[in-house]
């Protein structure tokens, strides 16, 4: 059974960082693409950054890039996402998720989710 296990998130000001963690069980994070995903209030789930099996792709949307990122531990079976510079559009609940697509930018391409982190902006 797989399981994708999230913890970090919680409230953060403008300007500031956070960490969102995601431990998988039931299969093995260097062999899956590991996607992240952010649905914010009155939004469809939407694209935030992705990790290819191979390490080699590594994806970011338009938003964040250049201040977060995605990286694995395949020791831990476990995929994170740094998120620095934070702005007051980015709260909202943060998914991962695992799966072998080719279209990885596509939510409904994945079948494995995580339970979700809230981040919101304190400011």
């Known amino acids: 059974q797989v399981q994708l296990v999230q913890s970090g998130g919680g409230l953060v000001q403008a300007g500031g960082s956070l960490r969102l963690s995601c431990a998988a069980s039931?299969?093995?994070?260097?062999?899956?693409?590991m996607g992240w995903f952010r649905q914010s209030r009155g939004k469809e789930r939407e694209f935030v950054a992705v990790?290819?099996?191979?390490?080699?792709?590594?994806l970011y949307s338009a938003s964040a890039k250049g201040r977060f990122t995605v990286s694995r531990d395949n020791a831990k079976n476990t995929v994170f996402l740094q998120m620095n510079s934070l702005r007051p559009e980015d709260t909202g609940v943060y998914y991962c998720a695992a799966d072998r697509t080719n279209n990885c930018k596509n939510a409904e391409s994945y079948n494995y989710w995580g339970q979700g982190n809230q981040v919101t902006d304190s400011s």
């Open positions: 039931g299969l093995k994070v260097s062999k899956y693409v």
């Open positions: 990790i290819g099996w191979s390490g080699g792709t590594i």
